[in-house]
């Protein structure tokens, strides 16, 4: 099968689904002839026009509620939100209308609107733009969360974020725009809310998102050469969460390890963590759930300080065998 | 503050309980009126509630644990709530109590013992299918925490693993049967295949024997029998009885004693009935012996012996001799069927003055009873069989019922015991008597 990278198939992807269905329409800070902050949207205008690639000025506020209100009288938007750190802006638009639309009307109005926005940390963008809040918005009902780990999945969840007819934020990290993988030419949908097994493995069973999923990869072939076989599931969308993937997996294992980039505490790693103990898994715990995110402190700009403010390869090894350490 | 639960005193003579279960966990919520523990006392068996509401906080003493009456076996009270204040203060008292002992970590073991054990879930959920206690296993975990392995190795170590050859081992999965069964032939018990083979399996079968501990009820049972039968010097005699009197007579009163408490009367209670005016006038065997001295027991509180699922219990029905057929058959069927469901309280258990043992369900003809301590004697019922028997010269087939009687020899002899029996067997033939 061919390869492209992460960002091709997320513009594959909304390109695909803009030339089936004419009410998708694109809204973002210079994402027409600039091409978005990270050229996700790279020659789109071409094929589809200023009215359907539209640049908006910069307020993301006012260019979210726009859309908000678009998608409550039948258009399905896709907003651009330059880095995710800026969803704080969005927040009242997010949380108190498109969250709350459907639910307040009884059904009668819905938003189907896809918030597509970077996150996370590692090309030097600093404490401002470098930000994991998925769990502020995993916390909200009526919301749904996706953060897709390689090129396949990003292309089908998103094929699936924009056929859904409430609110999606979709996270794309920063440092898997560059990612080749596999991707079928045709559109495709991943359903949200079903985890993937990314490797099996029979010790340990390691929980994690987004770049995540690619570092516990990584440290899963180590640890191999060490003897210990790891799974590592990828849960995709945190909003619905799959949790009887994570659970069947643990009472396999009996050891479990949570990694995200977003700072630990208050994290949804801490969600996760809960859900495995307040299972019928907790019987089948051997050790206690590890948890690994970010430093609780701001991102640093220093480039070696901002590497070791999030889990690395070596962390997920240290968690991992924490989890079967034996005197 | 937390609320002590107490080993109850569940009669005047009991000076320890036995916890023989918890109904909750520690750290499980429990309101009033719920089932907390039971006790085994040396007669009954117990459920004793939770007199508070709260959560379980904690248990001092485990199953089959004995414990003295009065003491604290339990916390409950607020989950917040710290109970090992409380604990080191019932210790004190406990050791201003007993200034004699030891003051050094005498009294503090059995609370030291009971530390809390780390042991993963996983760890707790092994050593609760095989039924191991925690602290009898090493753990390797970070800070001595017992992880799953260090169960497995524990149990295996216990269960030293069955040598079996490859052979064997795919005829015992293909026949379906289990290696722990097989005792092996080969060198050091090793299965080999002609040990698993199923022509040959059924020949030399040598099954495993199942064991059964020797505890509660059954452990009550067998004490007081050893108790009775090596101390009280046995004799039993045994008489025939024509029940055709008492056979129609049931069948008259079967009717109306079932209309009017739904209830039917059986010989039982018609034995009963006699045994119990019988007993008023034969004092000495309705009677103890303590000590020194004889007691003459003036009322007649008939035991009845019942089969309950765990073993044999003993209901008393009180003040037999005063009781009509119909308020004994009412009472006697509530006791029993209480005794069949367990659920006989302790006052339901004791007092009795003699026992009634029948086996006239079984074709059992006589039999010679063991006595319940401390009563002197024990009437032993078998069944009730037509048999021939010679009237004024022709022989009649007769309903017949034999009737065994156990007496102690140290209070009773033959004479009043055989006089006694006689008088019995005259009033059960001549019913009618009883109204005299």
Redesign the interface.
């Known amino acids: 099968m061919r390869e492209i990278t992460f960002q091709q198939a997320i513009r594959e992807s909304m390109s695909q689904e803009m030339r089936e269905n004419e009410l998708v329409y694109l809204m973002g800070e210079d994402i027409g002839v600039y091409g978005g902050a990270f050229g996700v949207t790279n020659g789109m205008i071409g094929e589809f026009g200023k009215e359907r690639i539209r640049d908006t000025p910069i307020s993301e506020i006012g260019f979210t509620g726009a859309a908000v209100g678009s998608a409550i009288t039948g258009m399905r938007p896709i907003v651009e939100i330059q880095f995710s750190d800026f969803l704080l802006v969005t927040i009242d638009q997010l949380v108190n209308q498109a969250a709350k639309m459907r639910y307040m009307f009884g059904g009668k109005g819905k938003v189907p609107m896809v918030l597509r926005t970077p996150n996370g940390s590692g090309l030097g963008f600093a404490a401002q733009h470098s930000q994991s809040l998925e769990a502020w918005l995993a916390h909200i009902p009526g919301l749904k969360v996706v953060q897709p780990s390689t090129p396949y999945d990003a292309k089908g969840l998103l094929k699936a974020a924009m056929d859904e007819d409430n609110t999606v934020v979709f996270f794309e990290h920063k440092m898997l725009y560059g990612m080749k993988g596999e991707v079928p030419e045709e559109a495709y949908s991943i359903p949200l809310g079903k985890a993937d097994v990314k490797r099996e493995g029979q010790d340990v069973t390691i929980i994690a998102t987004s770049i995540m999923v690619q570092r516990s990869l990584e440290a899963a072939v180590q640890l191999e050469s060490e003897g210990i076989s790891c799974e590592v599931i990828d849960p995709r969308t945190l909003l619905p969460l799959d949790e009887e993937t994570i659970i069947e997996s643990v009472k396999k294992t ?1 050891r479990a390890v949570v990694v995200h980039e977003a700072v630990k505490r208050g994290g949804f790693g801490g969600e996760i963590a809960s859900v495995i103990q307040e299972s019928e898994a ?7 759930i590890q948890r690994l995110g970010g430093r609780f402190i701001p991102i640093p700009y220093n480039p070696e300080l901002e590497k070791n403010s999030v889990p690395q390869v070596a962390d997920i090894i240290e968690g991992v065998k924490a989890t079967i ?3 | 503050m937390a609320n002590e639960v107490f080993m109850p005193k569940l009669g005047a003579s009991m000076e320890s309980g036995t916890i023989l279960q918890w109904f909750k966990e520690e750290g499980e919520s429990i309101s009033e009126g719920e089932m907390l523990f039971e006790v085994m006392t040396d007669k009954v068996n117990i459920e004793i509630e939770a007199d508070s509401t709260g959560v379980l906080l904690k248990k001092l003493y485990e199953v089959n644990d004995e414990v003295p009456v009065n003491q604290v076996i339990a916390y409950i009270g607020q989950k917040t709530e710290d109970v090992e204040g409380l604990m080191k203060e019932s210790l004190e008292d406990e050791r201003d109590k007993t200034p004699n002992d030891n003051k050094e970590d005498h009294n503090l073991m059995p609370f030291k013992e009971r530390e809390k054990i780390r042991a ?6 092994q050593a609760r299918d095989y039924q191991i206690e925690l602290n009898e296993i090493v753990g ?3 800070r001595g925490r017992i ?3 260090d169960v497995k190795e524990f149990v295996n170590k216990l269960e030293p693993d069955v040598k079996v050859t490859p052979l064997a081992t795919k005829i015992a999965k293909a026949e379906q049967i289990n290696l722990d069964e097989i005792k092996g032939s080969g060198v050091q018990g090793k299965i080999m295949s002609e040990d698993v083979r199923p022509q040959r399996s059924r020949v030399g079968e040598e099954r495993r024997e199942e064991r059964i501990q020797m505890k509660g009820i059954r452990k009550v049972i067998s004490q007081r029998m050893i108790e009775s039968a090596f101390t009280a010097p046995h004799a039993t005699i045994t008489t025939e009885v024509d029940m055709s009197a008492i056979k129609e007579m049931r069948q008259e009163l079967l009717p109306r004693i079932e209309e009017q408490i739904g209830e039917r009367i059986s010989y039982t209670e018609i034995i009963m009935k006699a045994v119990g005016l019988m007993l008023k006038k034969h004092r000495i065997i309705n009677s103890s012996l303590q000590d020194d001295y004889i007691i003459l027991h003036p009322n007649v509180n008939i035991g009845l012996a019942v089969a309950a699922p765990d073993g044999l219990v003993v209901p008393v029905i009180k003040e037999c001799d005063q009781r009509g057929l119909t308020e004994l058959t009412e009472v006697t069927k509530g006791v029993t069927r209480l005794a069949r469901e367990n659920k006989l309280n302790l006052d339901q258990m004791s007092g009795s003055t003699f026992t009634i043992s029948n086996l006239g369900m079984y074709a059992i003809d006589a039999f010679s009873p063991i006595i319940n301590q401390p009563e002197s004697a024990i009437l032993g019922v078998g069944r009730i069989l037509e048999k021939p028997v010679g009237v004024a010269g022709t022989i009649v087939l007769r309903p017949m019922m034999a009737l065994s009687l156990s007496f102690d020899h140290r209070i009773i002899d033959g004479a009043p015991a055989a006089a006694f029996l006689t008088e019995l067997k005259e009033t059960l033939e001549k019913p009618i008597v009883m109204l005299a």
């Open positions: 009996g907790f019987d089948y715990l051997d050790a206690p350490y034996r005197s | 993963t879930p996983a760890a707790r959920k390797t975990g970070p992880q799953l392995d």
